[in-house]
């Protein structure tokens, strides 16, 4: 069960932990591929969100959960730390991608746009036939089939 997180003084809270408190209501459909979850280090440092997506996702039926090594290692984004340090930002990138590329996923799974767009571009770069997608795209499709099924 996913731990209890740090409370935010704004009471901002991620959708997947309020997704996880509230639960699934939704028939949920297969998505039959192989996904890993990156863990956006605003949500897994700043919130303690590590848990919740991962418990979501773990939920659609198919889907095939890989662990990510060093998940919660920044992929380089960091707000626009990639334009403001472009090498360093472009060199966690490529480990990032190495380790997405590793564990054999069709699908990247991240919780925050510039995470997306930061994996994303190192991805295209490679050629890597792997998807980025955020982890609630996810959840949104496994709904869709479970209504046609």
């Known amino acids: 069960m996913p731990r209890a997180r740090r409370r935010s003084p704004s009471g901002v ?73 472009p090498a360093i930002a472009g060199e966690l990138r490529e480990r990032k991608v190495n380790d997405i590329v590793g564990v054999g996923a069709e699908v990247v799974a991240v919780g925050n746009p510039g995470c997306l767009l930061q994996i994303e571009a190192g991805l295209r770069a490679r050629r890597a036939p792997v998807e980025t997608v955020h982890t609630i795209s996810l959840i949104a499709e496994a709904c869709r089939r479970g209504l046609r099924e």
């Not at 996904?35 to 303690?48: E, K």
């Not at 969100?49 to 039926?61: D, E, G, T």
């Open 13 to 85: 809270r991620d959708v997947s932990e309020l997704l996880v408190e509230i639960g699934l209501v939704a028939r949920l459909g297969r998505v039959e591929r192989r996904v890993t979850y990156q863990d956006a280090c605003h949500l897994a440092h700043g919130q303690g969100i590590r848990h919740q997506p991962r418990h979501l996702l773990r939920q659609i039926p198919g889907l095939r959960l890989l662990e990510l090594p060093a998940s919660d290692r920044c992929c380089g984004s960091a707000g626009i730390y990639n334009l403001l340090h």
